[in-house]
C-alpha cells in the first residue's frame, strides 16, 4: 500500500532501533514526546499510567542489568518507562469516597490501565518518530518485574508496563514485514479459516527477510519462531507480583 500523507508514510517507516547516536533528546523534545502522549485517547479521561524518564548512566545501567542486559537501555539517551498507574487515581479519589467503596482493584480496572499506558506510547513513539528520533520498546522490564519496581520506587496500583529507548538512529535497519494484511482485517464477522491460511504466506516472507538480516545464517519462519517462543514459560510471576501491588485482586 502507497502511504497517502505524511503521517501515513511516517507510520510505514517504523522500524525498532537499537543503536544509537551519543546525542541527548533535548529537554523541548522530551516535552513535545510525552505532550503528544498525553493526548492519546483514554479510558473515561482516567489517565491511569505515568512515564519516568531515565537520564542518569548509573541508574540505565542498573535498569538495563534488571532488564535482560539489553545494551541499548545503556546506550540511549533516554530510557523511558511507561507504568500503568491506578496510584494516582487512588489518591485523588480517597477524599470522596471510603477506601472500601472504590474498586479500584479489579481486572478491568488493570486493562484499563495498562491500555492507557499503551496508548499514550505508542503516541509517544510516533512524536519521537516524527522529530528524527528512534525507538524500541523493552519488555524486558518485566524480567524481574519486583526489583525493576523497586528500583524506581513505584508505589502500590503502579507497574512497569514496558520502557522505551529513545535517541538518534545509529543504524538504518530494514523494516520487518508484518502479516498479510487480509490476515488481520477481518470483514464484518472474524473469520477463523481465513486469518490462519492467509497467516501460511507471511512464513515465506519472513524466511526471507531472516536470511536478508543474518547474512544467510538464518531462514527460521515466523510460525516456528513463535512455537518456540510459547514454549517457554515467561514471566510467570506477573499475576502474583500484580496481586502484591493491589491490582486484579478481583
Ligand atoms: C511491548 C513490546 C515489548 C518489546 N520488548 C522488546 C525488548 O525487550 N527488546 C527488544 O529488543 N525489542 C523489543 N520489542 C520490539 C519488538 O521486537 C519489535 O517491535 C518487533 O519485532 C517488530 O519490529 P519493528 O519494531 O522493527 O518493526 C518490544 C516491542 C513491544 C511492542
Not at 510467570?236 to 496481586?243: D, G
Request: net charge negative.
Amino acid at each position: 500500500m502507497k502511504p497517502f500523507n505524511d503521517t501515513l508514510e511516517l507510520l510505514m517507516r517504523h522500524r525498532s532501533i537499537r543503536r544509537f547516536a551519543d546525542t541527548p533528546v533535548t529537554e523541548e523534545q522530551l516535552e513535545a514526546i510525552v505532550g503528544a502522549a498525553q493526548m492519546a485517547s483514554t479510558s473515561s479521561n482516567v489517565q491511569a499510567y505515568s512515564v519516568i524518564a531515565v537520564t542518569d548512566p548509573g541508574r540505565k545501567e542498573r535498569l538495563a542489568a534488571l532488564a535482560g542486559n539489553q545494551a541499548y537501555i545503556r546506550e540511549c539517551p533516554v530510557f523511558l518507562v511507561w507504568c500503568a498507574d491506578l496510584y494516582r487515581l487512588r489518591e485523588v479519589t480517597s477524599a470522596h469516597m471510603a477506601p472500601e467503596a472504590s474498586h479500584i482493584d479489579t481486572t478491568e480496572n488493570l486493562i484499563v490501565a495498562t491500555v492507557d499506558a499503551a496508548l499514550a506510547a505508542q503516541n509517544a513513539a510516533v512524536a519521537a518518530e516524527s522529530l528524527g528520533l528512534g525507538i524500541v520498546y523493552i519488555g524486558g522490564v518485566r524480567n524481574d518485574i519486583a526489583a525493576f519496581s523497586e528500583a524506581l520506587e513505584l508505589p502500590e496500583l503502579v507497574y512497569p508496563v514496558f520502557g522505551m529507548c529513545v535517541g538518534t538512529p545509529a543504524q538504518e535497519p530494514v523494516l520487518r514485514p508484518r502479516l498479510p494484511l487480509q490476515s488481520v482485517l477481518h470483514r464484518e464477522r472474524y473469520s477463523a479459516q481465513e486469518t490462519v491460511e492467509r497467516a501460511a504466506a507471511y512464513d515465506e516472507t519472513t524466511r526471507a527477510y531472516m536470511r536478508e538480516r543474518s547474512g544467510g545464517t538464518s531462514d527460521t519462519p515466523w510460525s516456528v519462531t513463535m512455537a518456540h517462543r510459547l514454549a517457554q514459560p515467561a514471566r510467570m510471576q506477573m499475576k502474583e507480583f500484580l496481586q502484591s501491588k493491589g491490582f486484579m485482586k478481583r
